[in-house]
């Protein structure tokens, strides 16, 4: 039914709009901190972890002085991570995942056994592929991935036990299964939705979890040592981030329930999906070619600050008024990670002849800072986050797009699970924050009188 060219739909969405507006006014009348953030844009503190530090800025006398980025894993820098294997000549994922999960280095015999565990669990439960990935493909790999950690459930035969033996078992299982639901995921959706051959190739036990996933995702199984070096180094590097992220935030909120491992990484695959969080890699490279299409000049300073700054004002690309991998919650001159990135994306970029492309990324990177200040009146500084390089990296690897955030799932869910045991050994106590409630009381009115 229509009114006033109306559909019903449409109205329910007009009320929807309108009965759910708060004015602003109201969250610093009652100091509410929005986003749980400071004034100061710091984050609001609401609990302690062992596990990743992310340093952005120096609070000196209240004050909020921007640094340069530093991220450690159970407090080791991770440029002395990334420095020590790539020394040795070996992966390196494999090492943080136990690093991660176990709050210490492990020796050589712990981390042969260690990474013998993960090979032994590089298989899905038998009738899953055929049932849970095959019968029902999904468009979106990051959906996909979400149900098949909640398909898991019913094919774990303890999934409710909470007892820590448990969980690590179950956390070992998740890492070395998520490059596989996400190799065939993405099989399925390329043979049902683009009507290409179906590859389903088993995962080879001596391969790392980089080479695995390059083995899989490849029709003819062939990659190069330099490939999965660089996909190696790009999972250490969006292995963990402190507890206040919003995906390892999800786990801490979801998991301090009492439920299942699956209901909690299943929920976290969610908030990393999202376009201002893990998703921001796929919309970078989607922001990239819009500017590429409307830039006619990209080496081109004036024209692409024109563009960006019609971006900035919600007039172009996806009008969200965004430049997607810049700026971040804790860091603020630079993101460690985008720096190794930047180091790697520039090398491929010279090899694969792909360097006014790379010199785009470069422009944007210098530019859109001032356009940014001007535009919010800020002296804020928005620096390349993790995003913002590691897109440009994943396609000089030939990697397809669809593929990039959830290369981040599969290399953070050992985060999130060394912060699930955190959350069950240390926890304890339901998150429950407040919300005040401002509309005030109103009578029930018989349907007749409305
Ligand atoms: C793995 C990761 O999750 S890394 C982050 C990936 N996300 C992106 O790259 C998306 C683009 N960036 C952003 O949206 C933000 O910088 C975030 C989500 C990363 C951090 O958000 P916040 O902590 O809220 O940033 P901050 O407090 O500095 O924001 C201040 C203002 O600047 C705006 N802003 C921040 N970054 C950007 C950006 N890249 N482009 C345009 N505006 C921005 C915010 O929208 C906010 O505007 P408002 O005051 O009108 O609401
Ligand atoms: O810390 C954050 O807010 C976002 C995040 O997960 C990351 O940068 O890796």
Request: charged share 25%; aromatic share 10%.
């Amino acid at each position: 039914m229509q009114i006033d060219g109306l559909t019903y739909l449409d109205r329910l969405a007009l009320l929807a709009e309108k009965n759910n507006y708060i004015e602003p006014d109201l969250y610093e009348k009652y100091n509410v901190k929005r986003g749980l953030r400071n004034s100061d844009g710091t984050g609001v503190l609401v609990g302690l972890t062992e596990i990743g530090e992310v340093h952005g800025y120096i609070l000196d006398e209240g004050e909020r002085i921007p640094d340069q980025g530093r991220l450690l894993y159970r407090g080791i820098d991770i440029w002395d991570i990334v420095k020590g294997f790539q020394k040795e000549g070996r992966y390196g994922f494999e090492e943080v995942c136990y690093l991660l999960l176990f709050g210490e280095l492990p020796d050589r015999q712990w981390l042969e056994e260690f990474t013998n565990l993960l090979a032994e669990n590089r298989c899905l439960p038998d009738g899953f592929v055929e049932d849970m990935i095959l019968k029902a493909p999904s468009n979106d790999i990051m959906n996909k991935l979400a149900r098949s950690v909640l398909a898991s459930y019913s094919y774990d035969k303890n999934p409710d036990d909470l007892s820590i033996k448990n969980v690590v078992r179950q956390s070992i299982e998740l890492i070395a299964r998520f490059p596989i639901m996400v190799a065939y995921g993405y099989q399925a959706k390329v043979h049902f939705y683009e009507n290409q051959s179906l590859y389903i190739h088993l995962p080879r036990k001596e391969l790392s979890t980089a080479e695995n996933f390059l083995y899989m995702i490849r029709p003819d199984n062939h990659y190069t040592r330099l490939e999965a070096e660089l996909l190696d180094l790009a999972l250490v590097l969006h292995a963990e981030h402190g507890g206040g992220n919003n995906s390892t935030f999800t786990v801490h909120v979801v998991s301090s329930t009492g439920t299942d491992i699956y209901s909690v990484i299943a929920a976290a695959v969610g908030s990393l999906k999202g376009p201002k969080h893990g998703g921001a890699n796929i919309k970078v490279m989607e922001m990239i070619d819009d500017i590429k299409t409307n830039v006619r000049d990209w080496a081109d300073e004036e024209e692409i600050k024109y563009y960006l700054t019609k971006i900035l004002n919600k007039e172009a690309f996806d009008k969200k008024g965004l430049i997607y991998g810049l700026g971040h919650a804790v860091y603020t001159l630079s993101d460690p990670r985008a720096v190794l990135l930047k180091n790697k994306a520039a090398e491929l970029a010279r090899e694969k002849n792909m360097e006014e492309e790379f010199g785009l990324y470069l422009t944007i990177e210098k530019v859109a800072p001032e356009l940014f200040a001007a535009k919010k009146g800020t002296e804020k500084i928005i620096a390349p986050n993790v995003d913002f390089y590691s897109g440009f990296v994943y396609k000089m690897l030939n990697i397809p797009v669809e593929l990039y955030t959830p290369i981040f799932a599969i290399a953070r869910i050992s985060g999130w699970c060394a912060h699930l045991l955190e959350e069950l050994v240390s926890g304890g106590r339901i998150i429950r924050p407040a919300y005040k409630n401002v509309i005030g009381k109103r009578k029930y009115i018989p349907l007749e009188q409305r």
